[in-house]
């Protein structure tokens, strides 16, 4: 099992370059931007903070950002067998995977390690939004001189916010918080959800190579 900081770095910027490469330059450029950009913690912390609720490479340091990978790869999974054409909304999708509990405990300026935020799924999608928009604002010359054009890049990251807001499905209330987070409500939404709640159930096995699966019949 990958356990080591530099490892779990190194598996998402492959995932990232493999995903979006030369064909999504600004969104390779600003995914791998994030990895450096989230909370330390994410590195670090295990995916679930009673240890309850997920399987054990979600347990113990690296768990959240293997937990994450894992939801990258059923996503991929799921859309192998999906009849729809999400095709154009994938690239956001696979951030909103990647990213979705980027926060899961608390922004950089209100960290709690012993326990999840139940709001994160709030604060995870205002994290990525703020850093695409600040990306924006940064990288105005190399997104005039990439073929990719900034009115896709802005609607991947809505794609993935709107992703990342809804990921906990039905689970979108708690006896702790006043909070009441949206529902799953799209396809897009919930084929992320879904991704989660296959990547967090204990019969998950954690797949360090990420080999693509041979297609149904092959």
């Not at 990258?72 to 909103?96: H, T």
Request: proline letters at 5%.
């Amino acid at each position: 099992m990958e356990t080591t900081l530099d490892g779990l770095k190194e598996l998402f910027r492959t995932t990232i370059k493999e995903e979006f490469g030369p064909m999504k330059p600004i969104l390779c450029k600003f995914a791998l931007e994030l990895v450096d950009a989230v909370p330390a913690y994410f590195w670090t912390e295990a995916a679930s903070s009673s240890g309850l609720h997920h399987p054990a490479f979600g347990l113990g340091e690296g768990g959240l950002a293997r937990h994450s990978l894992m939801v990258y790869r059923w996503l991929k999974i799921l859309m192998e067998a999906n009849e729809q054409d999400m095709s154009e909304f994938m690239p956001g999708m696979v951030l909103a995977s990647l990213f979705h509990d980027c926060c899961k405990r608390g922004m950089p300026d209100n960290i709690d390690l012993e326990h999840t935020k139940f709001e994160h799924p709030f604060l995870s999608a205002k994290f990525v939004l703020d850093k695409a928009e600040q990306f924006a604002k940064d990288n105005k010359e190399f997104m005039e001189t990439t073929a990719e054009d900034e009115d896709i890049f802005k609607k991947d990251i809505a794609v993935a916010v709107s992703a990342i807001e809804t990921h906990m499905g039905k689970w979108n209330t708690s006896k702790d918080s006043q909070i009441v987070l949206p529902r799953p409500k799209t396809a897009i939404q919930y084929m992320v959800h879904l991704a989660d709640y296959i990547a967090s159930r204990k019969c998950t096995t954690w797949d360090v190579t990420f080999n693509k699966e041979p297609a149904q019949g092959e």
